[in-house]
């Protein structure tokens, strides 16, 4: 190797990190305007319908713990404004046309915590045909743990299962998953 190529491939690597980094910035930046949204959603003279501790959630055992997921029908249009039309994705994830990305879209928006869930849906309901500012679900460590050291297909069927218990209902005997059957 000369010494220009050399030079050369340490400049793109060196790119490459500037660029990774630069990245998590405006991940990290974003998430913290959609927590502050949140909290300011306490504030908004509206009130829910779903009482999201008693809908029905998905059991999804992974890497042998158990997740708790859940995305009810009055989160729809928070989960549109942040990934864009639920239909489509699920179309997307059950017709084999989804992403790894996709697929982390889903799951993190069904793991965030309930109440976080019911302050962005208020803060839909607030904005109404303003629509909901930019919104950043964070991804949990776990979930990036999970699809960057698994083969991702079978997530990709968790996160069908989550949208088709949105969109559609299912009966609470199906609403389990487990990572060693796909099921």
């Not at 050399?6 to 060196?14: E, F, I, N, P, W």
């Not at 790119?15 to 504030?43: C, F, I, N, P, Y």
């Not at 799951?107 to 965030?112: D, T």
């Amino acid at each position: 190797m000369t010494e220009v190529d050399d030079l050369a491939d340490r400049l793109a690597a060196s790119a490459a990190e500037h660029s990774a980094v630069l990245g998590k910035a405006a991940q990290a930046t974003a998430e913290a305007v959609t927590r502050s949204q949140m909290q300011a959603a306490d504030a908004l003279p509206v009130r829910t319908k779903s009482d999201r501790q008693a809908a029905q959630w998905i059991a999804a055992h992974i890497d042998g713990r158990e997740r708790r997921l859940q995305i009810v029908p009055e989160d729809i249009p928070t989960f549109e404004a942040a990934n864009g039309g639920a239909y489509a994705a699920l179309r997307a994830l059950t017709g084999g046309d989804w992403t790894v990305d996709l697929v982390r879209k889903v799951l993190a928006f069904a793991a965030m915590p309930a109440v976080d869930r019911e302050r962005l849906a208020k803060l839909a309901k607030f904005a109404g045909s303003l629509g909901v500012p930019s919104i950043a679900i964070p991804t949990p460590a776990w979930l990036d743990e999970a699809l960057s050291t698994k083969p991702p297909a079978p997530m990709a069927g968790l996160a069908a299962l989550v949208l088709t218990a949105a969109l559609f209902g299912i009966p609470d005997d199906e609403a389990h998953w487990n990572d060693s059957d796909g099921a």
